[in-house]
């Protein structure tokens, strides 16, 4: 059996398989750490490429009807933090800047599959996630210039725009690559491009492991402090947006915006923001990814049909 195919059909459990090796293979896991930021970018191609190139490029003749979801999500929900903060005076917390950056962070890529494996239609999560991702220039520099911990202006400018040129370059690239040598892919084609993806997010959280793994065994207890706060941040929001939206909005937007709400790409900040800023919250970032690659199994029962009107 194809073993692309083999792993979409089994992506759960995939991305599960990712987090123990990551936890329990040292070795491996150090050799793939430096390649933490080729592997954001491979996973956006890899994400892009396996999207049907006008579904991509007509999530943008519908930005009207998405960009005031991404507003709230990206702009509005990390800005709320930072005004908190700055009153009760946590502005400088690493605990904040985890929060702050991960809520201005878009869609994670692959919030499609996840909402397929939770029985709803892909496409709302398909249109956030593109839309998300290429108005975050516009919606976090605002956020950037405000975090105390990035003092250079410059920083903030920079930032902005190597996250403009790592998506745009890497879409088109992986629209190009689509059109010209899968122009009609076959099902078993799709599959294994589902399959691709679902490895990549695998390999991608190996790297992130020995983070989490050097905090476990020299301050256990720092380790299940950051895992509650991932925890309570990408769960807790999750089950918070589905409650506010489950009666107001048809089922596949209710699922698709909870799902996204709570799962957000904070990886993508490691390609663009110096690593004085990020290594604070590499702790976070690691064990952000296991509420995260857990979704699927931990959520199902809140998404489920029944719970619509419960």
Sequence with gaps: MNPLALAARHGPMVLVGGLLLGLFAPPLADAMRPFTREMVVLLLFVSVLRMEPSSVLGS????????????????????????????????????????????????????????MMMGVQPGVAMRLMVTGTLLLPLTVTPILWLLPTIEDSRTVIFAALRLLA???????????????????????????MEGASALALSAFVIGLMPAVREVALTSPTTLIFWLAIACAANLGLQTLTYRATRDRLPRDEAVSVSIISGNRNIALFLISLPLAVTEP?????????????????LMRRLYRPSNLSA
């Design 166 to 192: 790592t998506v745009v370059v890497v879409s088109l690239a992986a629209i190009a690559t689509r059109r010209m040598l899968f122009p009609k892919p076959s099902a078993e084609t799709l599959r294994s």
């Design 60 to 115: 943008l003749g519908k930005l009207p009807t998405v960009a005031l979801t991404v507003a709230v999500l990206q702009f509005g929900l990390p800005m709320l933090i930072l005004c908190t903060a700055f009153i009760a005076g946590w502005q400088h917390s690493p605990i904040v800047l985890a929060l702050v950056l991960m809520t201005a962070a878009p869609s994670i890529v692959g919030s499609p599959n996840i909402s």
């Design 281 to 297: 919250i590499m702790v976070f970032i690691g064990c952000y990814q296991i509420p995260m690659y857990l979704t699927p199994m």
